[in-house]
Nanobody, 123 residues
Framework: QVQLVESGGGLVQAGGSLRLSCAAS????????MGWFRQAPGKEREFVVA????????SYADSVKGRFTISGNNAKNTVYLQMNSLEPEDTAVYYC????????????????WGQGTQVTVSS
């Protein structure tokens, strides 16, 4: 069983940056996908980015391409989301998750989720 804990959220001005972290309580399977989703009030959960540990596949949502970067430290069981050039539209609760499926963008394919961390971007 895997437990995920996000951190690093906060309040930032438009154009600023944040780095989110997701720590896993147990070592994840190397073949499993790690991903980030976000959910704003009144909206459905939205895919942000996913990757596999080998680095052979990374999938970004069009809305964050060129601004967000996913990375991981396998030894620390931690995945990161570097967010640059933040916009008010990025305001949401951000969740990390893991899936046994290959770099999937579907939330329903993810079996373990963190508690979420709030990101607020002011204009």
């Amino acid at each position: 069983q895997v437990q995920l804990v996000e951190s690093g959220g906060g309040l930032v001005q438009a154009g600023g940056s944040l780095r989110l972290s997701c720590a896993a309580s147990l070592r994840t399977f190397s073949s499993w996908t790690m991903g980030w989703f976000r959910q704003a009030p009144g909206k459905e959960r939205e895919f942000v980015v996913a990757f596999n540990w080998s680095g052979s596949k990374i999938s970004y949502a069009d809305s964050v391409k060129g601004r967000f970067t996913i990375s991981g430290n396998n030894a620390k069981n931690t995945v990161y989301l570097q967010m640059n050039s933040l916009e008010p539209e990025d305001t949401a609760v951000y969740y990390c998750a893991t899936s046994p499926h290959y770099v999937t963008t579907r939330a329903s394919d993810y079996n373990y989720w963190g508690q979420g961390t709030q990101v607020t971007v002011s204009s």
